[in-house]
């Protein structure tokens, strides 16, 4: 079975400018989550989607938008780029069974100049 | 709302020493606890975890044990090597739906 994998793994952005940020899930799971991991801080959690609905949402402003997929792809979309927005962004795939293991992907490295 | 504490700083010990690494949590429920680990360069995995009071979860001869009556889940290891150097997150999930709030980390440094 395939991990999880992102896209880019690295990319620069201008403040003001949007970034789309890409995840492909684990085969066989319907549930992606995103964080964000500021440099020397733990992952924060952003949202996650179940079968392509938002199923919960973290502290994070409205500019900070997903989309879910048929195929349980996700994006993570961030509008307005702010500086503080640099971060390793993180996705996790899950089955969306209790108690399951979620597994991360290599994570996409951010930096808003 | 949810949160983890883990001890300040970075850890630094020589080969073959115990390690410690302090977690303690805040929940209202009862939520499963993980144990995370991050090498340079790479993304999260999974290196243990505990659903219920009293359980120990173990892995790769690292150990924690939920304790409900402290809300803790310390994390340790009775003899490190050189490869366990990494950052080590502590993690809740209080409805268990990977919905996980993390701690701040401990970057763990093992001298030969």
């Known amino acids: 079975e395939t991990g999880v994998t992102q896209s880019p793994t690295h990319l620069i952005k201008t403040r003001g400018q949007q970034v789309t940020l890409r995840c492909s899930s684990q085969?066989?799971?319907?549930?992606v989550s995103w964080y964000q991991q500021a440099l020397g801080q733990g992952p924060q959690f952003i949202f996650q989607?179940?079968?392509?609905?938002?199923?919960g949402r973290g502290n994070f402003p409205p500019r900070f938008s997903g989309l879910q997929f048929p195929n349980y792809s996700s994006e993570l979309n961030v509008n307005a780029l702010e500086l503080d927005d640099s971060a390793l962004y993180l996705c996790?795939?899950?089955?969306?069974?209790?108690?399951?293991?979620?597994?991360f992907g290599q994570g996409t490295r951010l930096t808003v100049v | 709302g949810d949160s983890v504490t883990q001890m300040e700083g970075p850890v630094t010990l020589s080969e073959e020493a115990f390690l410690t690494i302090n977690c303690t949590y805040t929940?209202?429920?009862?939520?499963?606890l993980f144990w995370y680990v991050q090498y340079p360069g790479e993304g999260l995995q999974l290196l243990l975890k505990?659903?219920?009071?009293?359980d120990k979860g173990s892995n790769k001869g690292f150990e924690a044990t939920y304790r409900k009556e402290t809300t803790s889940f310390h994390l340790e290891k009775g003899s490190v090597q050189v490869s366990d150097s990494a950052v080590y997150f502590c993690?809740?999930?209080?409805?268990?739906?990977?919905?996980?709030?993390f701690g701040k980390g401990n970057q763990v440094v093992v001298i030969p």
């Open positions: 993690a809740l999930d209080e409805i268990r739906d990977n919905r996980l709030a």
């Open positions: 085969s066989g799971h319907n549930t």
């Open positions: 989607y179940y079968r392509e609905e938002e199923n």
């Open positions: 929940a209202t429920g009862y939520p499963s």
């Open positions: 996790a795939s899950s089955s969306g069974q209790a108690n399951t293991e979620a597994f």
């Open positions: 505990a659903t219920k009071a009293d």
